[in-house]
């Protein structure tokens, strides 16, 4: 759904005019309207990681601890638990905050685990990493937009009536209604409610969920075994 006709589908839904173009526009209401969809479009972003809007980031190390383009962009969130060294086949742990990086910096023996942290914008690794290494995290990005036609999302605000959400339509339409009668001065309750209701249910379905099963007869990985990380030649 392109951004014109979310704020027309808003329109038609809060009784009002429904506009013929947004982006440009001079009229009061339709400047409302598209402010309170970009409000819409960022806060709904950050309320969960949601799959469509995940994607990873591949790191051709430097030897060096600062890893100029360790942190992308669109950098919103690291998604816990996937930060690897696929090279080595060795997690990194991370990311340290400021006490366990200063920790681990501070030892007078050289730790064997990799791990990592995000400071001044920059990704810094620790120990210093083997040129050419590939380190790989998964990330949720700022960009909830795309442009026309394309399903890869590549803009953090609208800028064209073109332009598609990557998010459900139908709530940020619900959005947009509930937030537009806030605005107004508007009883919003209801609007609100079913905006939860619809957030918490697609939330609980997003990417969907694995059945955990204490007497499956496979398990990720089996109680009493235990085999260290690392690459290892027999």
Not at 2 to 22: C, F, K, M
């Amino acid at each position: 759904m392109s951004l014109l006709t979310l704020v027309q589908n808003a329109a038609d839904r809060i009784g009002i005019v429904r506009p013929s173009s947004v982006i440009g526009s001079a009229d009061g209401q339709v400047r409302q309207l598209l402010s309170l969809s970009q409000q819409e479009g960022k806060e709904l972003a950050r309320r969960h990681p949601w799959q469509s809007l995940i994607k990873e980031k591949t790191i051709t190390a430097i030897a060096a601890e600062e890893q100029t383009s360790g942190i992308p962009t669109d950098f919103d969130r690291f998604v816990d638990e996937t930060f690897y060294n696929r090279t080595q086949k060795r997690k990194v742990e991370g990311p340290l905050n400021a006490k366990e990086w200063a920790d681990y910096k501070g030892r007078t023996t050289t730790a064997i685990w990799d791990a990592f942290r995000v400071r001044g914008n920059a990704g810094l690794l620790a120990p210093t990493p083997t040129a050419n290494d590939s380190y790989v995290y998964e990330y949720v990005t700022t960009y909830w937009a795309t442009t026309s036609g394309s399903t890869t999302p590549s803009l953090a605000a609208w800028a064209a009536d073109t332009n598609e959400g990557i998010l459900s339509e139908e709530l940020m339409t619900d959005g947009i209604v509930w937030r537009f009668k806030k605005a107004k001065g508007l009883d919003y309750a209801e609007e609100f409610r079913t905006y939860e209701a619809q957030l918490a249910l697609m939330m609980g379905r997003d990417g969907g969920k694995r059945k955990v099963s204490m007497a499956a007869p496979f398990k990720l990985m089996r109680p009493g075994v235990t085999v260290p990380e690392g690459s290892w030649n027999l």
